[in-house]
C-alpha cells in the first residue's frame, strides 16, 4: 500500500502487479454473471449507447454476487481508507463493473472525470486474463493532459492499475481475444475541490 500512496503522490498513477493471485483472479472469473449489457457513455439520464466510442460489455458488481466479489470490494475499501488517511482526497465510496471486450471491442481515448464537474476521483481497473500475450490486443494507453503517451499497460492477470481520474486520458485498443476486467471509481460526496497537486 506504501508504494501505491508514493506513486499517487510523485506520478498520479500506480501499476499494481500480482494485487491478487491466480487462485483469486479464477474466483472473480467465475463470479461474472451471465447477463452482460452494452455498455454506455454519459451519467444518469443522459446515458447512451454509443458503439463507435465504445464497444463493450459491462455487469455491475455486487456483493451479493458472490464472495470473491466482496473480497476484492474488501480491498478496495482498504485502498479508499489509505488513501484517504494519506492525501486527504475525501475518498466517500466505490463503484465498480465487469468489463468484457470481444474480438473487435474497443473503448476510444477519454477522461473518467472533469475537473470541477464530476466526483471521480480515483480509477481502477484490474485484470483477468491469464493467458493474455502480446498481440492480444485491449492494452490500456494513459495519457497525460497534453496528450502525451505515458504508458502502455498490458492486460495481465492480476494486474491492478489505479489513477487520478481528471489527470489521464486513457483508451484501450482493440482486443483480439475476448477481454476481463473490473472498471471502478472511487467517488467523493458531491464535487469538491480536492484534486492531488502533483506537479510540485
Do not use: C
Request: hydrophobic share 40%; charged share 25%.
Amino acid at each position: 500500500m506504501e508504494k501505491l500512496i508514493d506513486a499517487l503522490i510523485t506520478h498520479g498513477y500506480y501499476i499494481w502487479d500480482d494485487f491478487l493471485d491466480s487462485q483469486s483472479v479464477a474466483d472473480l472469473r467465475e463470479a461474472i454473471p451471465a447477463n452482460w449489457k452494452q455498455a454506455r457513455i454519459g451519467r444518469n439520464d443522459d446515458l447512451v449507447k454509443a458503439t463507435k466510442i465504445r464497444s463493450d460489455k459491462i455487469q455491475w458488481l455486487q456483493r451479493e454476487n458472490a464472495r470473491a466479489v466482496g473480497h476484492y470490494l474488501d480491498l478496495m475499501e482498504e485502498i479508499r481508507l489509505s488513501v484517504n488517511r494519506y492525501l486527504y482526497l475525501g475518498l466517500f465510496e466505490y463503484e465498480a463493473h465487469f468489463a468484457k471486450y470481444e474480438p473487435g471491442d474497443f473503448y476510444q481515448k477519454h477522461l473518467d472525470s472533469f475537473q470541477g464537474q464530476e466526483n471521480r476521483k480515483l480509477t481502477t481497473v484490474f485484470y483477468m486474463n491469464e493467458d493474455w500475450q502480446p498481440g492480444d490486443g485491449g492494452e490500456l494507453h494513459l495519457y497525460d493532459l497534453q496528450d502525451n503517451l505515458l504508458e502502455v499497460i498490458a492486460p495481465k492477470s492480476g494486474r491492478l492499475v489505479v489513477f487520478l481520474s481528471e489527470l489521464f486520458p486513457h483508451e484501450v485498443l482493440t482486443s483480439h481475444i475476448n477481454r476481463y476486467s473490473i472498471a471502478g471509481w472511487f467517488r467523493i460526496n458531491g464535487v469538491r475541490d480536492n484534486l492531488l497537486d502533483i506537479s510540485k
